[in-house]
């Protein structure tokens, strides 16, 4: 089983700062990573796939990088909406598509 | 336009088998590169991937619940069905149906349910 490690666990950020969430996978998973938001009493959607590939509609602040084991997701300067829960999900395993426990950010 | 919704029992006993529908909209799961899966959350606690089956009827299973879960599918009526037997009170959780694409995004789930809160409890 292919494991996931995001950190941090939770961020408190000011609107307009730069963050930078990170997601570490146990063994190489090339660029099969995706990451998603989630907001209190929704369902997650969509952010970044391929571990750098932006989904249609998803704002240009955010990006995506890394390869192997280590990914990072940043949003170049935080805005009120994008204060959520943030996970990233390997899918390179076809035999388990594994998320980690999530980051999130908070408003300072 | 896609939609999915899930539907099922909102509270089960536990050691009772639940079974939880997710009824699709916009696409047809008999289009090859699709699949639907099923993903749940219990409160306040990260989501966890459990199920998903592919257009051709192949299927993947979380390895630590392989032995409790079904998923079948019903191309007719665009509907996906989740199985889980001897539920316990850790199965609480909101379940999530996600329609995921091979091709355009590399096995993402890029359309989500609303999902459903289940609570087993006695």
């Known amino acids: 089983d292919i494991q996931m490690t995001q950190s941090p666990s939770s961020l408190s950020a000011s609107i307009g700062d730069r963050v930078t969430i990170t997601c570490r996978s146990s063994q190489n998973i090339n660029t099969n990573l995706i990451w998603y938001q989630q907001k209190p009493g929704e369902a997650p959607k969509l952010l970044i796939y391929?571990?750098?590939s932006l989904h249609r509609g998803v704002p240009s602040r955010f990006s995506g990088t890394g390869s192997g084991t280590d990914f990072a997701l940043t949003i170049s300067s935080l805005q009120p909406e994008d204060f959520a829960t943030y996970y990233c999900q390997q899918s390179y395993s076809s035999l388990s598509y594994t998320f980690g426990q999530g980051t999130n950010l908070e408003i300072k | 336009q896609i939609t999915l919704k899930e539907s099922g029992p909102t509270l089960v006993k536990p050691t009772q088998t639940l079974t939880l529908t997710c009824t699709f909209s916009g696409f047809s799961l008999s289009t090859s590169e699709v699949a639907v899966g099923w993903i749940r959350q219990p409160p306040g606690k990260a989501l966890e991937w459990l199920t998903h089956?592919?257009?051709?009827?192949?299927?993947r299973y979380s390895p630590s619940l392989k032995s409790r879960l079904a998923i079948t599918k019903d191309t007719s009526r665009n509907q996906v069905v989740l199985t889980m037997t001897n539920v316990d009170p850790a199965d609480t959780a909101t379940y999530f149906c996600?329609?995921?694409?091979?091709?355009?995004?590399?096995?993402?789930?890029?359309?989500w349910g609303q999902g459903t809160l289940v609570t087993v409890s006695s």
């Open positions: 089956i592919y257009w051709n009827d192949d299927k």
């Open positions: 391929g571990a750098s």
């Open positions: 996600a329609h995921l694409t091979t091709a355009a995004c590399q096995f993402c789930y890029d359309f």
